[in-house]
């Protein structure tokens, strides 16, 4: 039995402390918002983020992070990518050096474009594990089948990690490539906003197929640009997050695609979908990224002009589709 503090009581974070509770884990969540931590502590729910919990009694949230944090045996960083430097910098000082940091959020640093355990690594001297895959919070709270990996550059931390979230629904394999594990994972982001933005224009099958396997193309450029390797984007953390992003009704950025395509706002979107859309600011992070390195990534090029410039959505698709002809590569 260990003791698990979650920074953030959001969609995922309450799922898996839900799940670490279940195996008889003490479980804290540290969240800022008084409702939140009154919803888990009193009602033992958490209808904010998802409808229809049962939070278990061996999970106590907090509104201080010095309480809920004390004397933990792991640390798991709940919060959304631009949030990860404070929050690994609000623990400094707060753990001891040997206490593994758990990263489930997914993304780059915008300004630096550095990778999340980059950016905690900066602030912290502890151990640090992504736990990355395709998990929607939603089904992953209610022991619907699902399957993530953990990644670290200590793999016996990340086997560690491994055995602690392992259960009879929620299956995790290890893999050894942290950079691809964390770019896979970041660029299906925007991927899953440009198949949303399809979705509204009123494409099809067709449409969605194209792009998913072409926004593939792109992850695979940049990963390996940046050292990762082509098989990790062909398993959980790339083939597989990308699918479930692209196509399921869970996701908040193919939701976020979605309102766009019918003609809303970027900011119109992002409130109505009424949470972090992640895949906005990896398009940002992304497209200043590839333009560094050279990279050719044409529809997170198009999605950019589309957010950030104003541009009309179906004209970009035609562009898409207009460009000089070549052969099929990656």
Do not use: W
């Not at 940091?101 to 992504?130: D, F, Q, R, Y």
């Amino acid at each position: 039995m260990s003791k698990v503090t979650f920074l953030g009581g959001g969609s995922f974070g309450i799922s898996l402390a839900i799940l670490l509770a279940n195996k008889g884990n003490i479980v804290s969540v540290y969240d800022r918002d008084s409702s939140v931590v009154e919803d888990i502590n009193v009602n033992r729910r958490n209808d904010k983020f998802i409808k229809g919990l049962d939070v278990p009694k061996n999970v106590t949230a907090y509104n201080n992070l010095e309480e809920a944090i004390q004397d933990t045996n792991y640390v798991v960083l709940a919060v959304p990518s631009h949030v990860i430097r404070s929050a690994s910098r609000s623990i400094k000082g707060l753990i001891k050096e040997d206490v593994p940091v758990i990263c489930i959020a997914k993304g780059i640093e915008e300004g630096s474009n550095k990778t999340l355990v980059e950016v905690i690594e900066e602030e912290l001297n502890n151990p640090v594990v992504v736990l990355s895959g395709p998990s929607h919070a939603e089904e992953v709270a209610f022991d619907i089948p699902t399957t993530v990996l953990t990644s670290s550059k200590n793999m016996k931390v990340a086997e560690e990690v491994q055995d602690l979230f392992m259960t009879k629904t929620f299956r995790v394999y290890t893999n050894d490539d942290l950079v691809g594990v964390e770019i896979g994972g970041a660029v299906k982001n925007i991927i899953a906003l440009a198949a949303g933005v399809c979705d509204g224009l009123g494409y099809g099958d067709n449409t969605k197929a194209a792009l998913m396997t072409r926004g593939m193309a792109e992850i695979v450029r940049i990963g390996t640009k940046l050292g990762g390797r082509v098989e990790t984007f062909l398993g959980l953390t790339g083939m597989g997050d990308l699918i479930v992003t692209c196509t399921s009704m869970h996701s908040r950025n193919r939701r976020a695609g979605y309102l766009i395509g019918t003609g809303k706002t970027r900011e119109e979107a992002v409130e109505e979908v009424g949470m972090i859309v992640e895949g906005i600011k990896a398009c940002h992070a992304f497209y200043d990224l590839k333009e560094k390195l050279d990279v050719e990534m044409p529809i997170t090029d198009a999605l950019y002009k589309v957010l950030f410039e104003g541009k009309d959505a179906k004209e970009m698709v035609s562009e898409l589709l207009q460009r000089d002809k070549k052969a099929e590569n990656y």
